[in-house]
């Protein structure tokens, strides 16, 4: 069984950073794929960035340049670097994962099966 576990949310100004962790378990190697997502009020859930199963990166372009994903193999945990944020970048994140993925561009949610119980992130004017 999978497990995802966020941490690392909570309220900050405009311009300030922020770290995600996500701790993942159930996987027998570290090839598995792992993604950040947030869903806005009244929106819907979109990517925000992924560590895709051959190492790589990917983001969504209103991300770009601001935050950086980071997975760590020994740790087994996932991170979210949030800087220059903006209100618009409040959300609730979300934690997804998958055995395996490939793909460019921003993460879909419909390549995910696991997701953890997502974490808070408040960004005031």
């Known amino acids: 069984q999978v497990d995802l576990v966020e941490s690392g949310g909570g309220s ?4 300030g ?3 995600l962790s996500c701790a993942a378990s159930g996987y027998t190697d570290s090839n598995y794929c792992m993604a950040w997502f947030r869903q806005a009020p009244g929106k819907k859930r979109e ?3 992924a560590s895709v199963s051959d190492g790589s990166s990917t983001y969504a372009d209103s991300v770009k340049g601001r935050f950086t994903i980071s997975k760590d193999n020994a ?24 055995v395996r993925c490939y793909f460019t561009g921003a993460p879909k949610a419909a390549d ?3 997701w953890g119980q ?6 005031s004017s």
């Open 112 to 114: 995910f099966g696991h």
């Open 12 to 15: 900050v100004q405009a311009g």
């Open 75 to 98: 740790k087994n945990t996932l991170y979210l670097q949030m800087n220059n944020l903006k209100p618009e970048d409040t959300a609730v994140y979300y934690c997804a994962s998958e």
């Open 17 to 19: 950073s922020l770290r």
């Open 118 to 123: 997502g974490t808070q992130v408040t960004v």
């Open 47 to 49: 990517g925000v960035a």
